[in-house]
């Protein structure tokens, strides 16, 4: 059975436009040069700069890993070995997933954010039409004022 629904769609949350690598990259730099100097700060640039920002975290993962390998093997062969075999591949995951963790809940915090800008709208036109519509309903009491006696 052959699935036809349609492809998944990003978030328009984040203003992340399905593109090449070398396109998302180029298009990257010409949003980063313009929205460096945007000083009242109409678009948000942090939301596309995350998959840099997440690659350049595995870069910087990786190099200190190998400088704790290189490390160990100046310590002794038995350290380098260890470092090589299990720490060094440990921490780089460790490293690389409490990374992946920040930068998804900074995401996160960066979508909601727009998700309430935008529900701030929706109600404020919401509360123009009730009031409209209030002002020509009939005021109807559905209790009455009982006095003590």
Do not use: C, N
């Not at 998944?8 to 990257?28: H, I, M, W």
């Not at 998959?51 to 595995?58: E, H, M, N, S, V």
């Not at 123009?128 to 109807?140: K, M, N, S, W, Y």
């Amino acid at each position: 059975m052959v699935d036809q629904s349609p492809p998944p769609q990003p978030d328009p949350a984040d203003g992340v436009k399905p593109t090449s690598l070398r396109q998302s990259a180029a298009e990257l730099g010409r949003l980063f040069a313009r929205q460096l100097f945007d000083l009242q700060m109409r678009e948000l640039l942090t939301t596309r700069m995350l998959p840099i920002i997440y690659g350049l975290a595995i870069g910087f993962a990786a190099l200190l890993t190998v400088y704790w390998i290189v490390w160990g093997f100046g310590q002794s062969w038995g350290m380098g070995i260890a470092w090589l075999l299990v720490i060094g591949p440990a921490l780089f995951v460790a490293v690389v997933t409490a990374i992946r963790v920040f930068l998804e809940f900074v995401m996160t915090v960066f979508r909601i954010a727009l998700f309430l800008e935008s529900l701030g709208g929706q109600i404020e036109s919401i509360a123009g039409q009730t009031e409209e519509i209030a002002e020509d309903l009939p005021r109807i009491q559905f209790w009455r004022s009982r006095k003590r006696e």
